[in-house]
């Protein structure tokens, strides 16, 4: 393999699923054992054969002893369908979608945005009733799954920045609550004092 090849290099070629079944957190975490040679080049099914072969390419690697593994594997491209009549607005599905594309609140029925679904099945598992179906797709020119996978990127960034913005935000609130209550212990303290002096 070729030591000048990055994560970021091969996670342009990665179809930005985001799905885990590679068995990393993302597409990024597997480019990364990529980049390092600590994972083989077969373990994206929605990259299919097109996507083992440009792995292949990138990494200077043989692609011929994983090809029937992944012709048995390979995912097509899908998306996801709620079947709005029988969900209850949990918001589980809102929440494991990693790319932001579930509308809905609690206790009100969700819709996935067709367009922006990555077929990415992370929110079938956590449906406490059962109602999101998966629809396969058309496959699609070359030019237009870059197009779309560089879009499905950049949603998925813009979720992660938003998940960590709140949590920085939410430990701020707590640090400044933490000092609110550590200065209300101090002027407690400091007036049991006086009183204490004062009733001897």
């Not at 040679?37 to 072969?53: F, M, Q, T």
């Not at 990693?98 to 819709?111: C, E, F, Q, Y």
């Not at 367009?115 to 179906?133: F, K, M, N, Y």
């Not at 879009?151 to 938003?162: C, F, G, I, P, S």
């Amino acid at each position: 393999m070729s030591s000048k090849v990055s994560a970021k290099q091969i996670d342009a070629i990665l179809p930005q699923t985001q799905c885990g079944l590679c068995t990393y957190k993302g597409c990024m975490p597997y480019a990364e054992a990529l980049a390092k040679n600590e994972a083989e080049i077969n373990l994206c099914p929605p990259g299919g054969v097109a996507g083992l072969h440009a792995l292949a390419d990138l990494l200077e690697k043989d692609a011929a002893p994983f090809l029937d593994d992944m012709q048995q594997k390979a995912k097509p491209r899908s998306v996801a369908v709620i079947r709005e009549a029988e969900c209850i607005g949990c918001t589980k599905c809102i929440q494991a979608c990693p790319v932001d594309a579930i509308l809905g609140t609690a206790k009100a029925m969700h819709t996935i945005i067709a367009d922006e679904c990555t077929g990415c099945e992370l929110c079938i598992a956590p449906c406490p009733v059962d109602c999101i179906d998966m629809l396969f797709l058309p496959d699609e020119k070359n030019d237009d799954k870059q197009t779309r996978a560089n879009h499905y990127r950049e949603r998925y960034l813009a979720r992660e920045n938003r998940l960590h913005d709140k949590s920085v935000s939410a430990s701020r609130e707590n640090t400044k609550n933490s000092l609110q209550d550590d200065k209300k212990a101090y002027i407690q303290a400091a007036l049991q004092r006086v009183q204490s002096r004062q009733s001897k």
